[in-house]
């Protein structure tokens, strides 16, 4: 079964930028779509994005619209997530997840296989 982990997370402050990575450990990743969610304390797990096998395909929730990226290359096995103009309310941590179909879901209950998480926190 394929196993994720992320990097990249970290303390920026608010304007900033990060990108972060989720690396998976074997080639089938590229028939897995792949989510980006996050949870901050106290909050229920929020989806940001997803990204179909082929890349074709990606959305985004609406607060990071314009602010957000997110990306693959089979090729690395990895998955990205490009966050500029980060703001105080994008402080969480970031988990990035892996649905057994091409396609990409909104909902967390469709992804099977999920990272450790990593921490982004965001100072004004």
């Known amino acids: 079964q394929v196993q994720l982990v992320e990097s990249g997370g970290g303390l920026v402050q608010a304007g900033g930028s990060l990108r972060l990575s989720c690396a998976a450990s074997e080639r089938t990743f590229s028939r897995y779509a792949m989510g980006w969610f996050r949870q901050a304390p106290g909050k229920e797990r929020e989806f940001v994005a997803f990204?179909?096998?082929?890349?074709?395909?990606?959305d985004y929730v609406d607060s990071v619209k314009g602010r957000f990226t997110i990306s693959r290359d089979n090729a690395k096995n990895t998955v990205y997530l490009q966050m500029n103009s980060l703001n105080l309310e994008d402080t969480a941590t970031y988990y990035c997840a892996a649905r057994p179909t091409g396609y990409g879901s909104r909902w967390y209950g469709d992804y099977n296989i999920w990272g450790q998480g990593t921490q982004v926190t965001v100072s004004s």
């Open positions: 990204i179909s096998w082929s890349g074709s395909s990606t």
